[in-house]
């Protein structure tokens, strides 16, 4: 997921995402101890996913406090 999507975001989906993507990540480090994984990379892929969308979501409170602060 490009940054660019994220940021097209809103609040809602940004957490609903990253809600989901924990989810997967939960069930693939299952399938990784079965044995039953075959792409060990797309765990990573998600983990860099959830950095990038709990960066948005931070810079979102940032500057929502920042407006408020004015």
Same mark, same amino acid.
């Given at each position: 997921?490009k940054a660019?999507? =994220? *940021? ?7 957490a609903k995402? =990253?809600?989901? !993507? ?16 075959? !792409?060990?990379? *797309? ?6 996913? =959830?950095? *990038? ?6 810079? *979102? ?8 602060a004015k």
């Open positions: 997921m660019k999507e =994220i *940021r097209q975001k809103t609040d809602e989906e940004i995402q =990253i809600d989901d !993507n924990r989810k997967e990540i939960f069930q693939l480090r299952l399938q990784a101890q079965t044995s039953e994984l075959k !792409n060990t990379a *797309r765990i990573g892929l998600l983990r860099k996913d =959830i950095a *990038r969308l709990e960066t948005e979501k931070t810079a *979102r409170k940032a500057a929502k406090a920042a407006a408020e």
